[in-house]
Every structure is written in C-alpha cells, then in structure tokens.
C-alpha cells in the first residue's frame, strides 16, 4: 500500500528529482539513466522499481 508520503516521493522521482533515501538517511534516490522506471540510492542497496 502507499501512502501519501511514498506518493510525493514517486512523484519527485518520476519528475526527474532526487530524494533523500528512506532507508538509510545519507544517500540519494535518483533513476538509473534514462529510466524512470527503476531507482536506486547510492549509498545503500535501496531500490525502487515500478512496473
């Protein structure tokens, strides 16, 4: 289920922005090249895929 919280940050992330990763706090939510599909922080193993 999501929340309104994961909504502002899905829309954040699909708009092409960064988020502050909810897992560990100290990375950064950003998408995987051109895909706005997959999204991955780049101090953790959080990701986040949407199909």
Do not use: W, Y
Not at 7 to 36: F, M, S, W
């Amino acid at each position: 289920m999501i929340d309104k919280e994961d909504g502002k940050i899905l829309k954040i992330l699909r708009a092409g922005g960064t988020v502050q990763c909810p897992e560990c706090k100290k990375g950064k939510v950003t998408h995987k090249g051109n895909n706005l599909h997959h999204f991955s922080c780049d101090k953790c193993d959080f990701k986040i895929n949407i199909d």
